[in-house]
Every structure is written in structure tokens, then in C-alpha cells.
């Protein structure tokens, strides 16, 4: 039926469509149509002054009409927007839908890079959440804490853990996403690479480590607790077969959610336990293929006892830090080598046990470093939401903005000696050192931007 999509999967999806159906999800992947669209960050960009589409279920969400060079765009490196697949959007639907958004919860998800459904939750959840992103492949931790940066929201952890490590830190989490390693069939229409590694076997091997990283991960689920699992395959075994596994290997409770006909998502149900999960269909809707569901854990969990450690005082005053740091009484400062880190005071005992448990990669964030009496700003400090607002501002025209993103002189001259932001279009980029007849460029240089 068709040379594009594996004769093997067609049969399987045959008996899921009419033959008609079948037909328009062939014709969807063949057209070689490519849906872009992003998701705002609340706290940095506006919605009133967009005019795109909206994902029917993401509030923040949106459909751009082409996809522009976002390399290119100084608003996407200062953290006002992440670039998204919509169908993955979903997750906030659901937040709202269980009232996940009216409490502080600790979250962990689990299998993060590059930071998508991070950047979601970290928009979603109350504020008075924790967030840890974890992500088990070293080489992309580094691109997960960097978005979660731009984010700009201090209440986050990024681990580099295998999730048998959560295992020590049993009915820690009151929320578990599983976005877990698939055969990517839902990414076809995307990802060529996708489409030459399929197979049935490796459709069975995908089941078999997502079933593994399951088991390694559920204890850390508090008695109660949601888990969002997810993938981007239509294939049962990775999918509804797996809902049926958690209800009979762990007796999760499986949960349905409400949703409009008019979003033209499928809800299916497992064949044993008539477990709802929720499949996108690129013919279907503007989105590519996805699979997730919710259930929920009914099994008590032995807590963790959770030993309140000494809060060390940071070696410079909340005096000085209030220059920096918009109103610090509610953050916890540390000491990170010679760099001042904050978060939430209210997670100053979960970051404690996190440490002691698991490898981190990032927590809170960086403020800077004192110097003898001064001190000397982070980049993650410049992205952060908790910045004093009245930190002087330049703001840069795009020609200058794009300069300073590469790392180049953007040719501000002041007479003053002093710590600048540099920004576009009101939102900060990274900072620039005022040295009276030149400004030095302290844009990261492993962030730096190369000519296109």
C-alpha cells in the first residue's frame, strides 16, 4: 500500500482503521507536511500579541504558519518560547484535568532531553513545586539544563541518573512522566531515521526497556500519585500492553480523562483492563504520532525518613544578593564551589536528600560569585525570572542582538564601569561589563550561536 511506511505496521494499524481511514493516515505521512509549532513561556512572552493558531489543548501553544530559522531568533535563546511537537502538548490538558495545578506536588520526569515536557511542567505545576529532570544519556544533560535555564523558573533539579537510582528515594514523588525510549513511529513522518530503523523486533525490545525502566522507576511514586506515560509509536505492544502490564504486575489504577471530540484524538482502551490511553493521528489532527495515559498508584510505598541537614549561611548577605536577586526572603542560598546558587526555601530539605541520593547536573540557580566586595553575575542569573527588575537594560536591535548571541562586540560605548544586561526586545540575553569605553561580551561561549 504504500513504499513510505513499513508494510508490517500497516497491517497492524489496519485492524485500529476502515479502510478509508487507513488510506488518509498513508496520504498524512506521504504529503511530507510539516506542522511547526511552539509553546510560550508565560512568565517572559506575552500571548496577546500573537496571532497564530492555538493548539486546542495547550493554552499556550501555537501553530506557526512556516517554520522560521529560530537559531536566528534572539527571542527563542532568551527562553520567551520552546519549539514543540503540539500532539506532546497534551500533558497540560491533563495537569488541568486532574488538578495538578491548584497545589505545590514534587515531580520527576524521568527520561527528560532535551526538555520539552520539563519546560510544560515547569510552566504548569504550581509554583510551590519541585521539578527534577532526569536524563540517563550524560551527552544530553548539558542541552536539558540549558533549556530548563532559559525557562528561568529556580525551582528545578536536572539529575544524570539510570531510574534505578530512584529507587532510593521511595514515595518521594507525587508525579512520575515516563516519556519512554520507543520505536518512533510516531516520528515517521519527521524523522527518516526513524522509519529506516523500524522493525517488529525492535518494536519488542522497545516494550521490553520501557517495561525495565517502569519497574526500575515506580517506587519513587508516592501511594497516590500520578504517572503520565508516554511515546511517539502506534504500536500496541509499546503502548496499551503496557498499561495492562502496570495493572497487573503493580495494580495501578487506570485513570480517564475528559476531552472534546473536536481535537480528533482517539481514545483507545487496553484489551484486558480497559485501560484508557489517548493516540494522535497525524490525519487526524496538526500534530505528529503519540501515545499517552494516566494511572494512578494504589499500593502504600515505604517512605523515605527525611533527615533535616544544617542550612550553611552563603558567604555574602541577602543585603547584597537583593541587588541581584528580586525579593530573596522566600529563597534558600549555597554555596557551589565559589558560585552562589538559589531555590525555594520550602525545597532546602528535598535538595539535601536529593544530593545525598542521585548525581546532579543543575539545582536552583546560579547566581554568581563573590569577588573580595563584588560580584561577578552568571548567565543563568540573566535568565532567571528572580532577577531584580531594576538591573540596568540595554536593549539591543536584532543586527546587535544576533552580534552579542555570537559572542562579537555589539559596539556599546558608555563612560560607566558596571554590570548590564543585554536584551531584545525587553527580554534579557546575557550580560554585558561596562568598562567605559568598550563593553565586554559575557555571553557564554559553549552557548554562542555560529553564522548560517
Not at 270 to 298: D, M, N, Q, W
Request: net charge neutral.
Amino acid at each position: 500500500m504504500s513504499n513510505f511506511l513499513p508494510s508490517d505496521l500497516l497491517q497492524k494499524l489496519s485492524s485500529l482503521f476502515s479502510e478509508a481511514e487507513l488510506s488518509a493516515f498513508v496520504q498524512s505521512h506521504e504529503s511530507n507536511e510539516q506542522v511547526t509549532s511552539i509553546r510560550i513561556n508565560p512568565k517572559k512572552f506575552d500571548a496577546a500579541s500573537l496571532a497564530y493558531e492555538q493548539v486546542p489543548w495547550c493554552d499556550t501553544g501555537y501553530y506557526l504558519a512556516d517554520r522560521p530559522i529560530f537559531t536566528l531568533d534572539p527571542l527563542f535563546h532568551a527562553g520567551a518560547y520552546y519549539v514543540q511537537e503540539a500532539s506532546s502538548m497534551f500533558i497540560a490538558h491533563l495537569l488541568q484535568q486532574l488538578g495538578l495545578t491548584k497545589e505545590g506536588i514534587k515531580a520527576l520526569d524521568l527520561c527528560a532531553a532535551p526538555g520539552g515536557k520539563s519546560t510544560l511542567l515547569n510552566s504548569y505545576l504550581h509554583s510551590s513545586s519541585l521539578l527534577v529532570s532526569n536524563e540517563i544519556i550524560k551527552s544530553r544533560v548539558g542541552m536539558l539544563a540549558d533549556n530548563l535555564t532559559k525557562w528561568g523558573n529556580p525551582n528545578i533539579v536536572v539529575s544524570n541518573n539510570d531510574p534505578s537510582a530512584f529507587a532510593r528515594l521511595p514515595a518521594f514523588f507525587d508525579l512520575l512522566l515516563v516519556d519512554a525510549p520507543c520505536s518512533g513511529s510516531g516520528m515517521f513522518r519527521k524523522d527518516k531515521k526513524s522509519r529506516e530503523e523500524w522493525s517488529p523486533a525492535n518494536v519488542q525490545l522497545c516494550s521490553m526497556r520501557q517495561k525495565r525502566i517502569l519497574a526500575d522507576s515506580l517506587s519513587t511514586l508516592s501511594e497516590n500519585g500520578w504517572l503520565f506515560y508516554s511515546t511517539c509509536s502506534y504500536s500496541n505492544e509499546e503502548n496499551e500492553e503496557i498499561c495492562d502490564w502496570l495493572v497487573d504486575e503493580y495494580a495501578m489504577e487506570p485513570v480517564a480523562v475528559d476531552i472534546p471530540s473536536t481535537w480528533g484524538i482517539v481514545e483507545t482502551l487496553s484489551v484486558k483492563h480497559r485501560a484508557p490511553g489517548y493516540r494522535f493521528y497525524p490525519h487526524r489532527l496538526s500534530g505528529e504520532g503519540f501515545f499517552i495515559a494516566v494511572l494512578r498508584k494504589t499500593s502504600p510505598e515505604q517512605t523515605l525518613k527525611i533527615k533535616k541537614g544544617k542550612n550553611t549561611k552563603p558567604p555574602i548577605d541577602l543585603a547584597l544578593l537583593s541587588a541581584w536577586v528580586d525579593d530573596p526572603t522566600d529563597l534558600h542560598f549555597f554555596a557551589l564551589g565559589d558560585d552562589i546558587l538559589f531555590l525555594p526555601d520550602e525545597h532546602t530539605t528535598s535538595l539535601q536528600l536529593l544530593q545525598q541520593q542521585l548525581y546532579l547536573k543543575k539545582a536552583g540557580t546560579r547566581a554568581g560569585t563573590p569577588i573580595k566586595k563584588q560580584f561577578v553575575p552568571h548567565h543563568e542569573l540573566a535568565m532567571s525570572n528572580r532577577i531584580n527588575p531594576d538591573i540596568p537594560k540595554t536593549d539591543l536591535t536584532l543586527k546587535q542582538a544576533l552580534e552579542y548571541l555570537r559572542k562579537n562586540d555589539v559596539g556599546i560605548v558608555s563612560g560607566e564601569r558596571a554590570w548590564m544586561l543585554a536584551s531584545y526586545l525587553n527580554h534579557p540575553l546575557g550580560w554585558l561589563k561596562l568598562l567605559g569605553n568598550r563593553a565586554n561580551n559575557y555571553y557564554p561561549k559553549e552557548l554562542r550561536i555560529v553564522n548560517l
